[in-house]
């Protein structure tokens, strides 16, 4: 697998790692890049562990440097896909960062501040703005058609990301107005069927126009981009 680079990504849940299978690695091995990708560790039973969900910031810092310490080939990168949304109050820089208004600047120095924490050059953090759901408002009937939905919740939903002058990483944080809230209160089947409706929706949208709409989701993309060769 020579001028292959390696991408290890440690993601919140199961709709993110089944994202990340299904649309980001094929999309990134147009670039050489091979990814492996796990659920984000949120405890421990005896010996077993217990995967999805980022509750104690800690135990995710421990997750990260963890899998760094099996996996120290120097062609490897290590990445992540947390939401902003419900963001542990450990996590570093938080406490600062409930005073800036701005949702990219935040988001700017969350990411520092936890690449500061993690202090190894093959990480390369990355929040989502506001949480995963924010990218299904790019295209709302690509969700609508998964769910079987009728138009005038389709509608409903592209109305909401026309309130965000169509940037769905715009979509606020709020406890009932986070991407996900708003579309369990239109689409309720959503909450039942997250993993494989939000997964398939985003990756049926397609990484090109989700780069397009979403410029934070797209610097991300592109840095893992650079990781790798410019296809042919």
């Known amino acids: 697998?020579?001028?292959?680079?390696?991408?290890?990504?440690?993601?919140?849940?199961?709709?993110?790692?089944?994202?990340?299978?299904?649309?980001?690695?094929?999309?990134?091995?147009?670039?050489?890049?091979?990814?492996?990708?796990?659920?984000?560790?949120?405890?421990?039973?005896?010996?077993?562990?217990f995967r999805g969900g980022l509750f104690n910031y800690e135990k995710a810092k421990g997750d990260i440097t963890k899998w760094m310490r099996e996996d120290q080939n120097p062609e490897v990168?290590?990445?992540?896909?947390?939401?902003?949304y419900a963001l542990p109050e450990n996590f570093p820089g938080q406490t600062l960062a409930h005073n800036i208004k701005d949702p990219y600047a935040k988001i700017d120095y969350l990411e520092s501040e936890f690449s500061k924490d993690i202090a190894d050059k093959s990480f390369?953090?990355?929040?989502?703005?506001?949480?995963?759901?924010?990218?299904?408002?790019?295209?709302?009937?690509?969700l609508g058609n998964i769910l079987f939905e009728a138009q005038n919740s389709v509608s409903e939903l592209e109305k909401i990301a026309d309130?965000?002058?169509?940037?769905?990483e715009l979509i606020d944080e709020g406890k009932t107005t986070a991407p996900s809230?708003?579309?369990?209160?239109?689409?309720?089947?959503?909450?039942?069927?997250?993993?494989?409706?939000?997964?398939?929706?985003?990756?049926?949208?397609?990484?090109?126009?989700?780069?397009?709409r979403c410029k934070h989701f797209r610097a991300w993309i592109t840095k893992l981009e650079g990781l790798g060769t410019t296809p042919n």
């Open 1 to 49: 697998m020579s001028g292959y680079k390696r991408l290890n990504i440690i993601v919140e849940g199961e709709t993110e790692e089944r994202f990340v299978n299904n649309t980001v690695t094929p999309y990134l091995g147009n670039f050489s890049i091979v990814t492996s990708v796990r659920k984000v560790e949120s405890g421990r039973k005896k010996s077993k562990i």
């Open 77 to 84: 990168y290590f990445t992540t896909m947390f939401d902003l």
């Open 163 to 168: 309130e965000f002058g169509g940037n769905p």
């Open 124 to 142: 390369i953090p990355y929040i989502q703005l506001h949480e995963f759901e924010s990218l299904l408002f790019v295209q709302p009937a690509q």
């Open 181 to 212: 809230k708003r579309i369990i209160k239109i689409l309720p089947k959503y909450k039942s069927q997250k993993p494989t409706a939000g997964a398939s929706a985003a990756g049926n949208t397609g990484i090109p126009l989700l780069k397009e």
